[in-house]
């Protein structure tokens, strides 16, 4: 997959370049809990301010919903940004309008202005064209940075390439470069491990990876989904109803690629004084699950997971193994986080993704351990699942 990017931009002088990147962070009282999508950033910046463009940054944060809602407002980033990036960040409150119009106007080279939250405006998730040409009116060149909201066919990631030329950012280049050695070119064994919670996300993910992979390891509660195919009592574990048929039948085509757990720890309640219950998978059918619900694989599943570990050279891991938020119920996750993110550092080329996934490798404090770690959620599942993405269409060579 050969894209654009902005290394292939042979004049920025004076250039007024409109960076979209995703600065979707979490935020509490106007403290950025994760600043890493946005430091991931700053490569791309630096090296347009170098070349003496005139960068305009724009984002989303949120659902806002087409409001504008102050607790939304990108304004805690733009300070954020304003103490890491050596520049003054100059912060307009709207997207568009006159007085975006005319900080851009006196916009100078090497300076940085970023916009507020594209998603007050209704347009931009619509796709607008309207919205997009309005946005591409305030720059000569469009530069997609924002990897993980390109699964998304919005305005400023999409409809805006209709009106100027189009280029992709580092970060948004190293995501696509990682992620794609994931589905050509990988050498064998190539193993997967999905978990996490919503088999709805995820199921096409496994379905590509099977078709690919030598194994997919299944765990967290996208396990239960599979335990309940196979008729096994489960009690009260949270499962999605309308994927059991379709985990049945990934089952009986999968020919043994298709892993999963052997054993499952169990709880009457998802709170730390909760007693622990080991059970054996093959026991599902005859124990009385009618008070507990499995939170995490078992001990067995954790060397058994291991033993195809140990032998990938490809690795891929996106999801929690069980609810690892509440210490006693980590173990399973925490096993899997250090044995995968070992076995990248060492013999395998690996790659680790999802919100909650690397909120569970920064706990452990190995983040720098696999090959890669993409900050996309839903775009990495969708680049996965073998989807061009919206947002990566226009900017394929
Ligand atoms: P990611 O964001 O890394 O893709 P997901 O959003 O799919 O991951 O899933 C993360 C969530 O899954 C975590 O909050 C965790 O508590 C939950 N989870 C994992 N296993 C279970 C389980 N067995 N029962 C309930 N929740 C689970
Ligand atoms: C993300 O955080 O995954 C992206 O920024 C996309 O956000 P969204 O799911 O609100 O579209
Ligand atoms: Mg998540």
Not at 293 to 300: A, E, M, R, Y
Request: proline share 3%; with cysteine.
């Amino acid at each position: 997959m050969n894209i654009r990017t902005i290394a292939q931009i042979k004049n920025l002088k004076n250039k007024a370049v409109l960076v979209r990147v995703d600065y979707n962070v979490a935020l509490k009282k106007g403290k950025i809990m994760e600043t890493e999508r946005i430091d991931r950033s700053l490569k791309t910046i630096s090296y347009l301010l170098k070349k003496k463009a005139k960068v305009i940054l724009i984002s989303h944060l949120g659902n806002p919903g087409g409001k504008v809602l102050n607790e939304f407002s990108l304004k805690p980033v733009a300070h954020y940004l304003d103490s890491k990036s050596h520049k003054p960040v100059i912060f307009i409150e709207d997207c568009l309008g006159t007085k975006a119009q005319d900080a851009v106007r006196k916009l100078k080279s090497g300076q940085i202005l970023m916009l507020e939250n594209l998603r007050f405006h209704e347009g931009e998730e619509k796709n607008d064209p309207k919205f997009a040409r309005n946005l591409s009116d305030l720059a000569d060149i469009y530069v997609n940075e924002a990897f993980s909201v390109c699964h998304r066919a919005h305005a400023s990631i999409s409809a805006i390439t209709k009106y100027l030329p189009a280029y992709a950012g580092f970060n948004l280049a190293n995501e696509v470069i990682n992620l794609n050695k994931l589905l050509k070119g990988f050498k064998r064994p190539a193993v997967a491990i999905i978990g996490g919670v919503k088999i709805s996300t995820k199921i096409k993910v496994i379905e590509n990876l099977l078709r690919r992979y030598d194994y997919v390891l299944v765990g967290g509660a996208l396990a239960n989904n599979f335990f309940v195919a196979k008729k096994l009592n489960i009690g009260k574990s949270i499962f999605e109803k309308e994927y059991v048929k379709l985990a049945n039948s990934l089952l009986l085509k999968s020919k043994g690629k298709l892993i999963l757990p052997l054993d499952v720890r169990v709880a009457k309640k998802i709170n730390k004084t909760s007693e622990i219950i080991k059970f054996n998978i093959a026991d599902l059918v005859k124990v009385n699950m009618k008070n507990y619900q499995i939170v995490d694989i078992g001990p067995k599943t954790e060397n058994y997971f291991e033993s195809f570990i140990h032998q990938s050279k490809t690795i891929v891991w996106n999801g929690p193994m069980g609810v690892f938020e509440i210490e006693s119920f980590s173990h399973g996750t925490n096993f899997i986080c250090q044995k995968v993110s070992a076995h990248a550092k060492g013999p395998a080329f690996g790659v680790v993704g999802g919100g909650e996934t690397i909120a569970a490798l920064d706990k452990l404090k190995i983040k720098s351990w696999p090959d890669f770690v993409s900050t996309a959620g839903g775009a990495m599942l969708e680049f996965l699942e073998g989807k061009i993405l919206p947002g990566i269409k226009p900017l394929l060579k």
